[in-house]
């Protein structure tokens, strides 16, 4: 607008298709899918022996939990995104905050077995504190645990949505008030003072719902509820994006203006769908800390939340199955990477974001789409 | 010449010594330097005190070389002055050689090292050297007892020099303050209230401080003036505090205005989102670091000149970059400004690595020249950094530069035209290219000048930028798009508010209140404080 020049996005990118939820297809392919991370995986874990080539080592049920939970963070951004055309640089708080807060019951779940053997986690010992803060009752109920976890990022990204959007701030503003947002907070928890552990944040977790953390059986529970909960948000998604508020939300995204001369507001329509990316983002920071084992305010950082971005854009966005696969793929890269020559790993995801905005804008599965038309 | 000066120092410095102490200790009486040497600790301190006492010069030497231990006794006969393998026998003035082997060091404890101590700033203060007798009268202020009262006011009869005299006026009063004549001690509270010194403050609140139902000082009268000098003190603590506090939030303001300038050119006139500013800025920075460690070694003597240097070059490092950037980069972008942020992100990143192989991944030196170290003492206990106040100088250099740039130049035409209306300027003629290139290079550049600003105050490394880069966008969202006034008043109140709350708060807090407040502040004015008028509905 500044430069006199309009953009206008390429009217078919996402835009749906099918009213039905998914093709014949594409239930089958959604059932294998299922089959795969549901039963296939864990049994392969754990009951073929680990001298087998069949085993899947403990190292790939974390990693692959790990990116299952960056893939669910990457379909909430290409919700809000991919099909409404706001770009969040501050999902990563939403995560971390969703992550702080299943923190919070798993470090009282701890109990007497700290470094200091007292009723309050070792950090607050430290700190010379006597009893829980306010804001810390009843975390030692799972349920609240879960309850927060809904609430937390949800009531602040809904009151955040509220007087941004109805302010009308849009395009690189949001993005830039959204950073500063996830700067604030970052150095909100970094202090000591904060209650949140400070720079450490919360670790050494011993034991989610009375089950021991670090047993086979219980990594394999949270390995099945987080592909349970990607499958679900798929699907969750495809309904959104299928329904008239999806079409609402599509029309946002090309020409918001006209949405509002053909009588919606468009205030309700961005505050619901971001409300819902940034608790969805909470749930799969919620599934992430007792798979990683640690949650700190490096989450938080601004970086985070922009790589966030980059593995929905080059996933493709304004598809659902992009992003996930982006996920996938930028973190497989990133593990292997980060491994193989680690001083490299800036460069090439630096290039990534530069190579991807210049020739693939619309990420692998425009490459994917562009191969099928042609044939 | 440095080697001449060191062969002469060599040479003649041991005969000077040796001179001076076999004609001056001579002077002093031999029961002293017995007394000195050999008494127990009670009559060690009063032979240093009547030393002080005499303003004899020819003490100091004697004193100090007891302070640093070159004072050696042998038996219960010779006092040895030793430096390295000469020796003086200071009651007799012959040169003794060779050195003895039986020598016992003179015992120094801790309140005769503090005696010593004051007992040669107070010889310090007779010395012809302003300097010297400056420094000796700033040791003294903290240190001076009872004993020292004489030779101070013997001093401040003397004394030519306002700064020199207040200090030791102050050092006076509080010692008088001790004093068992009322009078005295009036004139000394009412003397104290002239005092902007922290310590004063320390003072006269012990004058008026109670124990046990009565007060420390007995006299009414003299309570009542301490009460208005406590009164006079802690306002001019206060105005001190607050000068200090200004200058730190304008010292931060500038510092925000510039790292923000060149985004406000970048992002404000030409809509790039930018957020490989800060990247831009630690080029700026490691050029100065480049042109530092070029001066250090091919050129040393003009170590001090290097700056002078760095400042263009930083602006050409940086400038380079961002051209080079525009051209490769972000021209296939215009007006798709999420994925210029993205692209420009990666950007940052690569900048960041690239930065970190070539010269590691630790922070660097830049060392300031001389003439920027030290500071402009505004009042006692305010000192306010030559450094930063370059700084601020340098910034609204930057400012008016830029202004005339944009306002005066062809080139500045050519960058407004584009930005009003680019399809209008491109038919007039406006070569829209080459503005764009151009353009983006001096935002870049002036963010390069930025880090060489830096590069003064703050430590330089891969991260730099970072720390910069949400703060200078703050400052540009705050300020309005397209307009430099915004720019500088956002920056400045930034800078400044950020300073103050930082005092009543807490550095953290103040920097989330000010974020808060700006997430706030964009609901009532989504443009800026200055938003260009006009009519047209956004698309």
């Given amino acids: 607008m500044i430069l006199g020049r309009a953009f206008m996005p390429d009217a078919t990118l996402g835009a749906p298709r099918y009213l039905s939820l998914l093709s014949p297809g594409g239930w089958s392919l959604y059932g294998l899918a299922a089959v795969v991370l549901l039963v296939v995986f864990p049994l392969l874990h754990l009951t073929v022996p680990a001298d087998s080539v069949l085993h899947i080592s403990d190292y790939w049920v974390t990693l692959i939990g790990k990116i299952m939970c960056y893939a669910i963070v990457a379909l909430a951004m290409d919700l809000i995104w991919g099909y409404t055309g706001i770009l969040s640089l501050g999902h990563g708080l939403f995560f971390a905050l969703g992550g702080y807060a299943m923190g919070m019951y798993l470090m009282r779940s701890i109990g007497h077995e700290g470094v200091y053997q007292s009723d309050l986690p070792d950090f607050m010992v430290f700190l010379d504190w006597k009893k829980y803060p306010w804001y810390w009752s009843f975390t030692d109920h799972f349920g609240y645990a879960v309850a927060l976890v809904v609430l937390a990022p949800g009531l602040l990204a809904f009151l955040f949505g509220f007087f941004a959007f109805r302010s009308r701030i849009k395009g690189v503003y949001f993005s830039i008030i959204t950073q500063a947002l996830t700067y604030a907070f970052m150095l909100l928890f970094f202090r000591n003072d904060t209650g949140f552990g400070g720079n450490n944040g919360f670790t050494d977790f011993k034991r989610i719902l009375g089950f021991p953390i670090t047993a086979p059986e219980t990594r394999m529970a949270l390995f099945v509820t987080t592909a349970a909960a990607l499958m679900g948000f798929l699907l969750l998604g495809r309904w959104i994006v299928t329904s008239k508020l999806g079409r609402v939300l599509t029309a946002i995204r090309d020409a918001e203006t006209r949405v509002m001369f053909s009588g919606y507001n468009p205030l309700y329509f961005k505050l619901f769908i971001w409300t819902l990316s940034a608790v969805i983002c909470g749930i799969a920071g919620a599934l992430y800390v007792p798979q990683v084992g640690i949650i700190n305010p490096s989450e938080m950082s601004p970086a985070n939340s922009i790589e966030i971005a980059i593995w929905t854009a080059v996933g493709g966005r304004g598809t659902l199955l992009g992003p996930v696969l982006g996920a996938a793929a930028v973190n497989l890269g990133k593990s292997w990477f980060t491994k193989a020559f680690p001083e490299y790993w800036l460069f090439a995801l630096g290039l990534l974001f530069i190579l991807v905005t210049l020739f693939l804008p619309r990420g692998l599965a425009g490459l994917w789409h562009s191969r099928k038309k042609r044939s | 010449m440095k080697r001449l000066v060191a062969a002469l120092a060599r040479g003649c410095l041991p005969s000077i010594v040796a001179l001076l102490a076999s004609s001056a200790m001579a002077a002093i009486a031999p029961q002293t330097i017995r007394d000195l040497a050999f008494g127990e600790s009670d009559d060690k301190i009063k032979a240093i005190g009547a030393l002080s006492a005499g303003g004899d010069p020819q003490a100091l030497p004697l004193l100090q070389a007891?302070?640093?231990?070159?004072?050696?006794?042998?038996?219960?006969?010779?006092?040895?002055?030793?430096?390295?393998?000469?020796?003086?026998?200071?009651?007799?003035?012959?040169?003794?050689?060779?050195?003895?082997?039986?020598?016992?060091?003179?015992?120094?404890?801790?309140?005769?090292?503090?005696?010593?101590?004051?007992?040669?700033?107070?010889?310090?203060?007779?010395?012809p050297d302003r300097s010297a007798r400056l420094a000796a009268a700033k040791e003294l202020q903290n240190s001076a007892g009872e004993d020292t009262l004489g030779a101070i006011t013997t001093a401040l009869a003397k004394e030519s020099d306002a700064e020199i005299k207040e200090l030791l006026s102050q050092t006076q009063a509080s010692i008088q303050l001790a004093s068992t004549d009322r009078a005295t001690r009036i004139a000394a509270v009412r003397t104290l209230a002239e005092s902007s010194n922290p310590s004063t403050k320390t003072l006269l609140l012990a004058v008026l401080e109670q124990k046990g139902g009565s007060y420390v000082e007995p006299d009414a009268e003299v309570r009542g003036e301490a009460e208005k000098s406590l009164r006079a003190v802690e306002s001019k603590l206060t105005t001190g505090d607050m000068i200090g506090r200004i200058f730190s939030g304008a010292s931060l303001g500038s510092i925000l205005l510039l790292a923000a300038l060149g985004l406000a050119i970048t992002y404000g006139l030409m809509g790039v989102i930018n957020l490989a500013h800060g990247e831009l800025i630690m080029v700026g920075a490691y050029a100065t670091y480049v042109v530092q460690n070029l001066f250090r070694r091919y050129a040393p003597g003009a170590f001090d000149a290097y700056l002078i240097c760095a400042v263009p070059m930083a602006f050409a490092a940086a400038g380079l970059v961002g051209m080079a950037l525009e051209r490769c980069v972000i021209r296939f972008l215009y007006g798709r400004p999420l994925e210029t942020l993205l692209a420009t992100w990666g950007i940052s990143l690569i900048l960041m690595q690239a930065v970190r192989t070539v010269f590691g991944a630790q922070n660097v030196q830049v060392e300031n020249p001389s003439w920027m170290s030290g500071g402009f003492v505004a009042m006692t206990g305010i000192v306010l950094p030559w450094s930063r106040i370059v700084i601020i100088a340098f910034a609204a250099l930057v400012l008016l530069?830029?202004?005339?740039?944009?306002?005066?130049?062809?080139?500045?035409?050519?960058?407004?035209?584009?930005?009003?209306n680019r399809a209008m300027a491109s038919c007039t003629g406006v070569p829209t290219r080459r503005v764009d290139?151009?353009?983006?290079?001096?935002?870049?550049?002036?963010?390069?000048?930025?880090?060489?600003?830096?590069?003064?105050?703050?430590?330089?490394?891969?991260?730099?930028?970072?720390?910069?880069?949400?703060?200078?966008?703050?400052?540009?969202?705050?300020?309005?798009?397209?307009?430099?006034?915004?720019?500088?008043?956002?920056?400045?109140?930034?800078?400044?508010?950020?300073?103050?709350?930082?005092?009543?708060?807490?550095?953290?807090?103040?920097?989330?209140?000010?974020?808060?407040?700006?997430?706030?502040?964009?609901?009532?004015?989504?443009?800026?404080?200055?938003?260009?008028?006009?009519?047209a509905m956004e698309t």
């Fill in chain 2, 437 to 535: 290139t151009l353009a983006f290079g001096l935002g870049a550049g002036v963010a390069g000048l930025a880090g060489c600003a830096l590069s003064q105050i703050g430590n330089v490394g891969p991260d730099l930028g970072q720390s910069y880069i949400v703060d200078s966008f703050m400052v540009v969202v705050l300020g309005g798009v397209g307009q430099l006034a915004g720019t500088v008043y956002a920056a400045l109140g930034l800078g400044i508010v950020n300073k103050l709350l930082e005092a009543w708060s807490g550095a953290v807090l103040a920097k989330i209140a000010v974020l808060v407040f700006i997430i706030f502040f964009i609901q009532k004015r989504p443009q800026g404080l200055f938003a260009l008028k006009g009519r």
């Fill in chain 2, 66 to 127: 007891l302070l640093d231990g070159e004072v050696q006794t042998v038996g219960e006969e010779q006092v040895l002055l030793v430096q390295g393998e000469k020796a003086t026998d200071l009651l007799t003035g012959k040169t003794v050689s060779p050195l003895p082997e039986n020598r016992d060091d003179v015992v120094v404890n801790n309140r005769i090292r503090r005696g010593l101590g004051t007992a040669i700033a107070a010889l310090k203060l007779s010395a």
């Fill in chain 2, 401 to 420: 530069l830029i202004w005339l740039l944009l306002t005066r130049t062809r080139l500045g035409l050519f960058v407004r035209a584009v930005t009003q």
